[in-house]
Structures are given as structure tokens and as C-alpha cells.
T-cell receptor, first 110, second 116 residues
């Protein structure tokens, strides 16, 4: 079983739609959780950290369910510029390497 | 800050040739990571350094791969001899050891390697 699993997509949604991605992780001792965004042929960049109580950043909402070992990302009012691959990322502690999922590809269509 | 700087951005080489990829991390970052990305396997950690010391190289595919960090501002990843299956994008990333920036990776733009 892979450490971090994501639905690869692609998710094709119209502008203005709400879309949600889920991610599951295998190590129950995982401590830190993130979503990174990767544009085509570019490097991954931090989108947001995921906190236990859930957190929101504008149109983006991240949630963590430790009991079920999954993380979610909700994007409201999708924009064309949201088209990218979204990487779910987990680490066991503050100073251990990040483990990346293979990513979920999103295409927002006009 | 210029961010994490990698070179070359693109390299096309023939099987059997030596390949050297270079990375300059963000000044003040204590950790440096080398990742490899392919469509099939996603982002895989190859090796990482803390204060220039290699901490975990268990992700290095085989003896053909080696990495060094002679000082805080420079690291290399070498493949010798290269094989077609080494074709991938190689990312270097750096991060702080503690504080708010801990565990947040800043990636370089990547080195796209094609081995013919």
C-alpha cells in the first residue's frame, strides 16, 4: 500500500464549480499535512498547510480526519487559473522528509 | 532571495554518459532534498542533507547515483553511467529546520533529464 494515495483524476469542472479532492495516508503516526500545487512543467509550490481543526484560505478549505487517515481539499468558485495538479503531502514529524502523493489533476473549463 | 537554483534546466544525453545536476539552496536553509519525478512514480525522495551531512540516502536507486553537499550553498547529484530509465525531472528543494517555515519545502525549477 502506498504511503499517500490520491485519485489521479483528471477532474474537469466548469468555472464557478465547487470541487473536492481526497487523499488517504497509511502511517497513523503522521504529524504534518499539506497541499502543494504543481502547474504543468513547473515545480511544486505550497498551497496550504492542513491543521487538525481544518482551515480556510479564501476559496480553499482543507480538512484533516485523523481517525480515518484522510485529508481533503475543497475549492469553491473554481477559476481557470486553478487548473493544476494538487499534491497531497504528509510527514511524520517536523524534521522528516515530506512524502508526496502522485497528485490529482484539475482542469477548470470556461 | 533568488530561491532554489538548479542547473542545467534541460539535459539530453546518451546512455552511458555521466550526468551532473547542480543545486544552490536558499541561504539559511538547513535541509536540502533531492527528489525525482516521473509520470509513473510521482515525486520520490532520493536523498536529503541536514547541515551538509547526508541523513538518508535510502531512496537512491542504485550505485550509479551519488550526491554530495560540500558546503551549505551547493549540492550535486551525479548519475554515472546514465540509463534511459533515469529520464525524469530532478528537483532540488530546501527548508528550514524549525520555526514557522519548518517542513515547508521550496523547490527549484527542476532539471529535466532525457537519456537516449
Amino acid at each position: 500500500r502506498k504511503e499517500v494515495e490520491q485519485d489521479p483524476g483528471p477532474f474537469n469542472v466548469p468555472e464557478g464549480a465547487t470541487v473536492a479532492f481526497n487523499c488517504t495516508y497509511s502511517n497513523s503516526a503522521s504529524q504534518s499535512f499539506f497541499w502543494y500545487r504543481q502547474d504543468c512543467r513547473k515545480e511544486p509550490k505550497l498551497l496550504m498547510s492542513v491543521y487538525s481543526s481544518g482551515n480556510e484560505d479564501g476559496r480553499f478549505t482543507a480538512q484533516l480526519n485523523r481517525a480515518s487517515q484522510y485529508i481533503s481539499l475543497l475549492i469553491r468558485d473554481s477559476k481557470l487559473s486553478d487548473s493544476a495538479t494538487y499534491l497531497c503531502v504528509v510527514s511524520f514529524s517536523g524534521n522528516t522528509p515530506l512524502v508526496f502523493g502522485k497528485g490529482t489533476r484539475l482542469s477548470v473549463i470556461a | 532571495d533568488a530561491g532554489v537554483i538548479q542547473s542545467p534546466r534541460h539535459e539530453v544525453t546518451e546512455m552511458g554518459q555521466e550526468v551532473t545536476l547542480r543545486c544552490k539552496p536558499i541561504s539559511g536553509h538547513d535541509y536540502l532534498f533531492w527528489y525525482r519525478q516521473t509520470m509513473m512514480r510521482g515525486l520520490e525522495l532520493l536523498i536529503y542533507f541536514n547541515n551538509n551531512v547526508p541523513i538518508d540516502d535510502s531512496g537512491m536507486p542504485e550505485d550509479r547515483f551519488s550526491a554530495k553537499m560540500p558546503n551549505a550553498s551547493f549540492s550535486t547529484l551525479k548519475i554515472q553511467p546514465s540509463e534511459p530509465r533515469d529520464s525524469a525531472v530532478y528537483f532540488c528543494a530546501s527548508s528550514l529546520v524549525g520555526g514557522r517555515g519548518a517542513n515547508v519545502l521550496t523547490f527549484g525549477a527542476g532539471s529535466r533529464l532525457t537519456v537516449l
